[in-house]
């Protein structure tokens, strides 16, 4: 028996309207299945829609038609109090932390920014649980007191994904999270994102458009193209027979070397 | 042509806008703004109870608005009870006078801040960069009121005739005279007022001009050795115009204000006097349409710059 | 010049300018409507040091101003008796802060003599010590009309920026509305439908409370600004990705924002409603008799006369300069110390 999907996005459509007659359509009857367990990578070019369906995901967006559903409960409609419960199931990592930072704010309050609106209101208990967040990502305590600005981009990752990691997530959305940060880097951030995974039973939407990190990192990889699902196969099927032209493409823009 | 079209709509808006406002404070005015009017001993009981209905004083807002609106529309905006006539009539000299008043000061404060502004961008840092940043300094620094005192002062040791528009004497005296005479006693005020504006003109256009000096193609043409006067004059200046023609615009409303002030110290009959006036007179329809006028100016002054605007800049044409 | 640049010295400057007026009691040797209708305008009584006899004396003193026979305003000194400058003396009593009784003044002399250290009026009342009162209702008439004004433009901006819509369309059409009106026009014509004679309590929370509302569009214009930008910021999603309500993003995310720009615009609003208190009182529309304060102090000087021979009468508009210069002291040092980090 097919196990029920941890996040499904099902038949998503969403329009823009544009200037006074014309809309572009961003989303078009998407539909997107992540298993418990699972690493789900999401390509495409820019433009191609992964954002906008990244925010539907985590239901900061909502989406003109379809429905999400979180283990076979639709929250797409949820509003209010109802809503609140479930936002924490599922996080969103965005690539460019520094916005997603107040840059006046302490690292240690940022990250137990979520503790606090959930209502924990002993603040030693939410910097101990900020502070044990930091470690499993390997920040250490010095940081604790800088601002979002003093620190280096891939540590300003680290504290946006220590921030979703407090509020133990089921699911964590990173939306090219990884982009930007420099080989090494990228790299190092990966493996945490994997122990994390094995720790706390994680399951990741990684958006990218570099196929290679989501061909490394994933189980299964769609492929995405003009706001539609093109392709949707395991990494190595996909690999070895893409049948999309839009995976083809990214395929061979790729340089030659192997890929893991 | 649409834009400017919709443009104009947008001002007509405004300036109703206004009028609604003006006239809703007339309604929140307590009961015995009426009683003191009762007092003056001008106004006839029967007058005031006459002009009451007449105008629906006492009536709810949108009646009193529609009567309003329809004497405004005639020309007559009213009743002056101090004058004991439509307000209309009293209304377009002073109007007339403010105008000529505001007219030539603007014209003096752009003809020194316009040459100034850009010596003073073109040569930074210069002795004339420096005697500019120091007048405004200066002028900023000194409110007009006290300006117009000192200048008051000044007007009187001099012997310039500071105060009225003409003369007595020569109030039957021949068109060359008379114009004369006005601008005698016109020239006081209008310096105030330039000085008034000119630290605001002065400190823009000098931005402006250092901001257009600034962009690459300036540069570019530079290199090209194109003469520095040349690029100052043909190609930065354009380039500074878009901000200096909003800057236009914006001093038309601060003009207004200043002008109230200048006319009330040097007592030039203006819209601005008239207002003071009819404040102490309780002369509730002037005190409206004063202040509808002034309005109606600055709303007009910006919308002659919008089309300036759209006449001189290329970029707002493509839109 | 380094010391120029620190806006803590202007800072300290204004703190002791209010400071001054605020305690306009005890600098103030006489209250502000003590009358002398015999030495009504009247030149500063002159400090001297130097008898008569070239004696000199460690205790300045002055002298009686006497009405020169067969003038209406020319004074010479009476020396038939010297009166000596007494130092923290007792004078007429006041109330520190309107709540504390006290009589000790900063200087003073007996009672049958004056001294005028500005000169007097028109109703022969001491403009040094007008100046000081007159003060205290004219700054702080500024200060709270600036407070009020950039209160109202915030609330309005944070509203009209963080709801957006047509709650956004209304404050922003009503903001033009009000800025579409010469804003001496406006102050005035909303003052003119009010009773002309109030009480000099009521006229003062009246003229705070006129320019304060009259003055909130242009900083909920730029509060509004800020208000957008922040809402679509990024950490905003997040907070919401949280669970945040509007509430506690409005509150931890964009009023410090909101905040820290309206703070720079009281800063610049300041001067500007001090200087619209003096010239509403000037028209004789604010603060009246016998309460002074500098606009209707400066009122005096539309006689001929006085506008000529009486130049201690000056001292409210000198003392307005000086003021409105140091504020601008001030901003320049705020400005460049901000651009130079």
């Known amino acids: ?30 539909s997107v299945s992540l298993y418990p367990g699972s690493i789900l990578a999401l390509v495409g070019r820019s433009g191609s829609g992964k954002s906008t369906l990244a925010r539907c995901m985590a239901l900061l967006e909502k989406p003109d038609n379809g429905e999400i559903r979180i283990c076979g409960l639709a929250v797409t409609n949820l509003s209010g109090g109802e809503l609140r419960q479930v936002r924490p199931r599922v996080q969103l990592v965005w690539q460019h932390s520094a916005l997603a930072l107040n840059p006046r704010f302490r690292v240690v309050d940022l990250i137990a920014e979520p503790l606090r609106i959930q209502g924990i209101v002993s603040k030693s208990r939410r910097r101990e649980q900020a502070l044990a967040a930091m470690s499993k990502l390997g920040l250490p305590e010095a940081v604790a007191n800088r601002t979002p600005l003093q620190l280096s981009g891939g540590q300003r990752q680290r504290v946006a994904i220590a921030r979703a990691l407090v509020q133990r997530p089921e699911v964590i959305i990173l939306d090219e999270a990884l982009s930007g940060l420099d080989i090494p880097l990228q790299a190092q951030i990966a493996a945490i994102l994997m122990q994390l995974k094995a720790s706390f039973s994680l399951s990741y939407l990684f958006i990218s458009h570099d196929l290679r990190m989501a061909a490394s990192l994933a189980d299964r990889i769609a492929v995405m193209d003009e706001g539609k699902i093109v392709e949707s196969q395991p990494v190595r099927d996909l690999l070895a027979q ?5 995976a083809r493409q990214i395929l061979n823009s790729i340089p030659a070397g192997p890929i893991q | 042509m649409k834009s400017i079209g919709l443009r104009a709509l947008h001002s007509l808006l405004l300036l109703v806008g206004a009028s609604v406002l003006s ?79 505001a007219g030539c000061a603007t014209l003096l404060a752009w003809m020194i801040a316009l040459p100034a502004g850009v010596l003073a961008a073109a040569r930074r840092g210069s002795w004339a960069d420096l005697l500019a940043s120091g007048t405004i300094a200066l002028l900023l620094a000194i409110p007009e009121l006290v300006l117009g005192l000192v200048l008051l002062l000044f007007a009187v040791h001099t012997g310039f005739p500071a105060g009225g528009m003409i003369s007595a004497a020569r109030a039957e005296a021949g068109f060359w005279d008379k114009s004369r005479d006005v601008i005698r006693h016109l020239f006081m005020p209008a310096v105030c007022l330039a000085a008034g504006l000119l630290p605001l003109l002065l400190s823009h256009v000098r931005a402006a001009m250092e901001e257009a000096l600034r962009s690459p193609f ?31 615009g914006l001093s038309v409303g601060l003009l207004m204000s200043s002008s109230l002030l200048v006319e009330a110290i040097f ?6 006097k008239l207002m003071l006036q009819a404040i102490a007179d309780r002369d509730l329809f002037l005190v409206i349409d004063s202040t509808m006028l002034g309005t109606g100016f600055l709303i007009a002054g910006n919308f002659v710059a919008d089309i300036l605007l759209y006449l001189c800049d290329p970029r707002i044409r493509a839109d | 010049m380094a010391f120029v640049q620190s806006p803590k010295l202007p800072l300290v400057a204004l703190a002791t300018v209010y400071g001054i007026v605020t305690m306009a009691g005890f600098f103030a040797p006489y209250d502000y409507e003590r009358q002398n209708r015999h030495t009504a305008l009247a030149p500063p009584t002159r400090i001297h040091f130097v008898e008569p006899n070239s004696r000199f004396r460690l205790r300045p003193f002055v002298y009686r101003w006497k009405l020169r026979p067969g003038t209406l305003h020319q004074y010479e000194e009476d020396h038939s008796i010297a009166f000596p400058l007494r130092f923290f003396a007792s004078g007429r009593p006041y109330k520190i802060a309107a709540l504390i009784p006290s009589w000790i003044h900063l200087f003073g002399t007996r009672p049958e003599g004056n001294v005028f250290l500005l000169g007097t009026d028109e109703y022969g009342r001491d403009v040094f010590s007008r100046l000081l009162y007159g003060g205290r209702i004219s700054l702080f008439a500024g200060l709270l009309a600036a407070g009020i004004s950039v209160s109202l433009g915030l609330a ?97 995310h964009i009023l410090p924002q909101a905040y820290s720009v309206a703070m720079t615009q009281a800063r610049l609003y300041i001067p500007q409603y001090i200087t619209a208190e003096v010239v509403l009182s000037f028209f004789g529309l604010g603060v009246g008799e016998p309460v002074p304060s500098w606009g209707n102090m400066l009122d005096s000087l539309q006689s001929l006369f006085v506008l000529e021979s009486c130049w201690w009468m000056y001292a409210p508009a000198a003392l307005l300069v000086i003021v409105l210069l140091i504020f601008e002291w001030f901003f320049r040092a705020e400005s460049s110390r901000f651009q130079a980090r």
Not at chain 1, 242 to 246: C, I, L, T, V
Not at chain 2, 267 to 272: R, S, V
Not at chain 3, 180 to 203: E, K, N
Request: glycine share 8%.
């Open chain 2, 267 to 272: 007592g030039w009959p203006g819209l601005g």
């Open chain 2, 218 to 248: 300036i540069l570019a043409a530079r290199g090209f050795g194109i003469s520095f006067r040349r690029v100052l004059l043909r190609h930065a200046l354009p380039a500074a115009l878009n901000p200096i023609i909003s800057l236009f």
């Open chain 1, 1 to 30: 028996m097919r196990p029920v999907p941890l996040l499904e996005a099902c038949d998503l459509r969403k329009a823009y309207p544009r200037g006074r007659r014309k809309r572009i359509i961003v989303l078009d009857d998407v």
């Open chain 3, 156 to 252: 309005a901006g944070v509203f009209a920026g963080y709801y957006g819509s047509w709650i956004d369309e209304t404050i922003m059409r009503a903001a033009e509305l009000f800025l579409a009106v010469p804003w001496l026009y406006l102050l005035l014509a909303v003052r003119a439908f009010l009773p002309l004679r109030m009480d000099p309590a009521g006229v003062f929370l009246l003229l705070i409370a006129i320019a304060g509302t009259i003055g909130w569009a242009r900083p909920a214009r730029l509060v509004r600004g800020v208000v957008l930008s922040a809402r679509n910021r990024e950490y905003v999603l997040a907070a919401k990705s949280f669970g945040a309500s509007d509430f506690y993003i409005l509150r931890t």
């Open chain 1, 242 to 246: 893409p049948q999309s032209k839009a």
């Open chain 2, 23 to 101: 006239i809703l404070l007339v309604r929140l005015a307590p009961g015995d703004y009426f009683e003191s009017m009762r007092i003056n001993p001008q106004i006839s009981n029967r007058t005031i109870a006459a002009l009451r209905s007449q105008y629906g004083l006492d009536k709810p807002l949108p009646v009193l608005y529609w009567h309003w609106a329809q004497s405004a529309l005639k020309g007559e905006g009213g009743f002056s009870f101090a004058y004991n006539s439509a307000a209309g009539p009293i209304l377009w000299p002073r109007a007339q006078n403010t105008l000529l008043l």
